[in-house]
Structure formats: structure tokens, C-alpha cells
């Protein structure tokens, strides 16, 4: 998806993340690009069981996380939506990807 310089980048993974490492790329995805991400989606099973967590942000406002109840099982552990204006999705991916892998390292 593309106009100008927005685009929508979809990020799923199999394994859980951590919270703590969630947390902390976004804060610091937020910081660096907080003007450039429009709106974040996502639902995400994390580390450590518990019900999937639905995280919505738009520039530097992140919503209150909900709990969901439940989640068809095929679902991935994370899936979310990046609507951004002139990062590449490349980055996107990369950068969760490291911190996906520093799992409890934090």
C-alpha cells in the first residue's frame, strides 16, 4: 500500500515476544520516528502465556493495551500494521526481527 510516502507495512510472527522487549523498540521506534508513524495495530501473544494483548498507537499516543479473550489458534503471535510515512519497510522488519531474537535479554 502506497500514496506518496505512506505506506503500510505488515510484520507477523510464529513465536511470542517478550513485553519488556516489545516495550522498549517501540519506545525507541517512537522516539526516533514518532512523527512518521501515523498508526500502529496489533495483537500479540506475549512471553509467559496470558491472553493476547491488543496494542493501537498513532505518533507518539499509545492506547491502553486490552486483553482479548481469545484468538483462533492458527493466529500468529504477532501480527501488526505500521501505516508510515517515509520509513522503509526493510527497517521495520529488521529492527523487530533483532529484538524478537534478544528474547529474556533484557
Known amino acids: 500500500m502506497s500514496h506518496n510516502r505512506i505506506t ?12 519488556a522487549d516489545f516495550g522498549l523498540w517501540f519506545s525507541l521506534l517512537a522516539h ?6 501515523l498508526r500502529m ?5 506475549f512471553a509467559g502465556g496470558g491472553a493476547p494483548v491488543l496494542i493501537q498507537a498513532a505518533q507518539h499516543l499509545v492506547h491502553r493495551p486490552e486483553h482479548l479473550t481469545t484468538l483462533p489458534n492458527d493466529s500468529p503471535a504477532v501480527s501488526m500494521v505500521l501505516i508510515t510515512e517515509g520509513i522503509e519497510h526493510e527497517r521495520l522488519r529488521r529492527s523487530f526481527s533483532i529484538m524478537a531474537g534478544r528474547q529474556g535479554t533484557i
Open 8 to 19: 503500510g507495512c505488515v510484520i507477523e510472527q510464529v513465536e511470542e515476544i517478550g513485553w
Open 32 to 37: 526516533r520516528h514518532g512523527e512518521r508513524i
Open 41 to 45: 495495530k496489533g495483537i500479540f501473544r
